[in-house]
C-alpha cells in the first residue's frame, strides 16, 4: 500500500463535517508551526490549506489554525504528532499517525480500539520493518503524456494511477521537495505532497479476514486525533 489507507467514499459518506474540519486545522497547524504562517513559502501549508477548502472548511477555521500553529495564539493547547504501530487482525502491519492536543487522551483511545478489534498495540519499531518510509506525491496533468516518461524525468521512483485519474509518485524522503518542483515545470498540479509508509510485502488475506481488517482500519480512521494510516494490504 503506497498512501494512507482510506475506505472508497469514506470522505464523503462517513465522516462528519466537524470531523473532518478538526483533523483539517490540526494539518494546518502543524504545517504552520514546521514551516512557517506563510503559504507562499511553506509548501506543506499552502497544501494543507487547499485540501481545507476543497472540504468547505471555513475561513475563520483555517485563519485561526494557522495563527495557532505559528504560535500567534496562545490558547493552552499544543498539538502533537505521534506515531503508533501494531497489528490488525490476521497479522497486518499497521502504522497510525496521529495529531493531538491530548496524548493522554489519545493513547487510551487507540488501546481501546486496537483491543476491541482483535489487533495488538506495539512499540516502537514493531512493524516498522514491514515498511519503508518514503515520499509521496499526487498530481495531475491535463493531455497526453508518456507516465513512465513522466517519473523517469521528474526523478520519481515510482508511480501509480488513482481511481480519480491523479497519479501518486513514489520518491525517496530526501528527494521529496525536488520531485514536485521539477513536476510542477514539466505542468503538473500537485494536490498532495507528504512523508509516509509504504508496505514492503502485502499480508494475503481471505474475503472474511479482509472484511475484519476492514472494519478494524475504520475504527482506527474514525479516532479524532487519526491522520493517516498505513497497513500492508
Not at 523517469?152 to 501518486?168: H, L, Q, R
Amino acid at each position: 500500500m503506497g498512501k494512507g489507507w482510506k475506505a472508497a467514499g469514506k470522505s464523503e459518506n462517513a465522516q462528519k463535517k466537524g470531523q473532518m474540519f478538526t483533523k483539517a486545522a490540526r494539518e494546518i497547524a502543524v504545517a504552520a508551526k514546521a514551516g512557517g504562517p506563510n503559504p507562499d513559502m511553506n509548501a506543506r501549508l499552502r497544501l494543507a490549506i487547499d485540501m481545507a477548502k476543497k472540504i468547505s472548511c471555513p475561513n475563520d477555521t483555517i485563519d485561526r489554525a494557522i495563527k495557532k500553529g505559528a504560535g500567534l495564539l496562545d490558547d493552552g493547547k499544543i498539538i502533537e504528532e505521534l506515531t503508533y504501530e501494531g497489528y490488525a487482525p490476521h497479522g497486518v502491519g499497521v502504522i497510525v499517525e496521529c495529531q493531538t492536543d491530548n496524548k493522554h487522551r489519545t493513547a487510551p483511545e487507540m488501546r481501546a480500539v486496537f483491543k476491541k478489534h482483535d489487533g495488538n498495540l506495539g512499540e516502537s519499531g514493531s512493524v516498522a520493518w514491514m515498511f519503508t518510509h518514503c515520499g509521496f506525491i499526487v498530481a495531475s496533468k491535463a493531455g497526453s503524456f508518456d507516465i513512465d516518461e513522466e517519473a523517469i524525468e521528474s526523478g520519481a521512483d515510482d508511480v501509480s494511477k488513482n481511481d480519480d485519474g491523479s497519479y501518486e509518485f513514489i520518491t525517496s524522503t530526501d528527494n521529496l521537495a525536488a520531485v514536485g518542483d521539477t513536476l510542477k515545470g514539466r505542468g503538473w498540479t500537485i494536490t498532495e505532497s507528504y512523508l509516509g509508509y509504504k508496505s514492503n510485502n502485502t499480508t494475503e488475506l481471505s474475503e472474511a479476514q479482509q472484511k475484519e481488517v476492514q472494519e478494524f482500519l475504520e475504527a482506527v480512521d474514525d479516532l479524532d486525533d487519526t491522520h493517516k494510516v498505513y497497513a500492508t494490504i
